[in-house]
């Protein structure tokens, strides 16, 4: 398995620009597809964006195409979320996941079939 560290978390103006990294540790970590995944209070976790390692497919919800990137850097074993105009409504705990699964399919962006979750970065947007 692979352990997960999430950091660049912080709080934001509405508009503003953050870039969360994921840091791996595992001899394995380049045979993971990596996700981000947020979860605001009294809602349910939802997916944000993946990364699949063997040909680089990407993968975003509707809510946040456009605005936020996920890339990676396998030589420093680090996955990147960068999010562009950040809005209220993208405050929320955001955890970074791998699986063996793409993050094309739709049960993996449903959480299913994840080996490892980090323990989260919290974003904060304000008015």
């Known amino acids: 398995q692979v352990q997960l560290v999430e950091s660049g978390g912080g709080l934001v103006q509405a508009g503003g620009s953050l870039r969360l990294s994921c840091a791996a540790h595992?001899?394995?970590?380049?045979?993971?597809?990596i996700g981000w995944f947020r979860q605001a209070p009294m809602k349910e976790r939802e997916f944000v964006a993946g990364?699949?390692?063997?040909?680089?497919?990407?993968s975003y919800s509707d809510s946040v195409k456009g605005r936020y990137t996920i890339s990676r850097d396998n030589a420093n074993y680090t996955v990147y979320l960068q999010m562009n105009n950040l809005q209220l409504e993208d405050t929320a705990l955001y955890y970074c996941?791998?699986?063996?699964?793409?993050?094309?399919?739709?049960?993996?962006?449903?959480?299913?079939?994840?080996?490892?979750w980090g323990h989260g970065t919290q974003v904060t947007v304000s008015s």
């Open positions: 990364r699949d390692w063997a040909d680089g497919s990407t």
């Open positions: 595992g001899p394995t970590f380049r045979f993971y597809n």
């Open positions: 996941a791998a699986s063996r699964k793409s993050f094309t399919a739709p049960q993996t962006m449903g959480a299913m079939g994840i080996d490892s």
